[in-house]
T-cell receptor, first 115, second 111 residues
């Protein structure tokens, strides 16, 4: 089935460690996005990529990094510079023809807890 | 940039009653307004959207209205059912920038 796969679903890390969240899509979508979700805060954009080998910062990019080496993959690294990394992370994609005005397809999320 | 405000943050209704969630946006250039539903432990899913050339759109028990002059749009759910219980997000985009989401409304439908 076509869709977006995020892994791992749950992740624990110690303070000071970097961690990478995986996001893979087989929808042949050009654009991919990473959102962070905190209780009562909605969905806040971390990074997005509209084409391979290119990406832009969102509203809360500090302490995060991404790469887009393949169309189907958009991994997110939460670095030790992110001061409050415990959150629910959502990856999404959309077709290139409607990058910002088309349906976003979300993965099921990765919950990161910093111990 | 765009700013989207969503109200209420929580909403409880009796099964069979209607539910209304309201959003306002700040950027007059925004022209796309989707609504997403998020069930517990899952990613959001699009339930309905509206573009600025339309004032109202319906899909069975769900409807969305848009007032571009006042810069607000609303989600209406009629004949609510327990499976409507979820968190609902509104969003807005002008096309040149990614969607900006509201903070969400937790809807509880009481049987």
């Amino acid at each position: 089935d076509g869709g977006i796969t995020q892994s791992p679903k749950y992740l624990f890390r110690k303070e000071g460690q970097n961690v990478t969240l995986s996001c893979e899509q087989n929808l042949n979508h050009d654009a991919m996005y990473w959102y962070r979700q905190d209780p009562g805060q909605g969905l806040r954009l971390i990074y997005y990529s509209q084409i391979v080998n290119d990406f832009q910062k969102g509203d809360i990019a500090e302490g995060y990094s991404v790469s887009r080496e393949k169309k189907e993959s958009f991994p997110l690294t939460v670095t030790s510079a992110q001061k409050n990394p415990t959150a629910f992370y959502l990856c999404a994609s959309t077709s290139g023809r409607e990058t910002n005005t088309g349906e976003l397809f979300f993965g099921e999320g990765s919950r990161l807890t910093v111990l | 940039g765009e700013n989207v405000e969503q109200h209420p943050s929580t909403l409880s209704v009796q099964e069979g009653d209607s539910a209304v969630i309201k959003c306002t946006y700040s950027d007059s250039a925004s022209n796309y307004f989707p609504w997403y539903k998020q069930e517990l432990g899952k990613g959001p899913q699009l339930i309905i959207d509206i573009r600025s050339n339309v004032g109202e759109k319906k899909d069975q028990r769900i409807a969305v209205t848009l007032n571009k002059t006042a810069k607000h749009f609303s989600l209406h759910i009629t004949e609510t059912q327990p499976e409507d219980s979820a968190v609902y997000f509104c969003a807005a985009s002008g096309g040149n920038t990614p969607l900006v989401f509201g903070k969400g409304t937790r809807l509880s439908v009481i049987a």
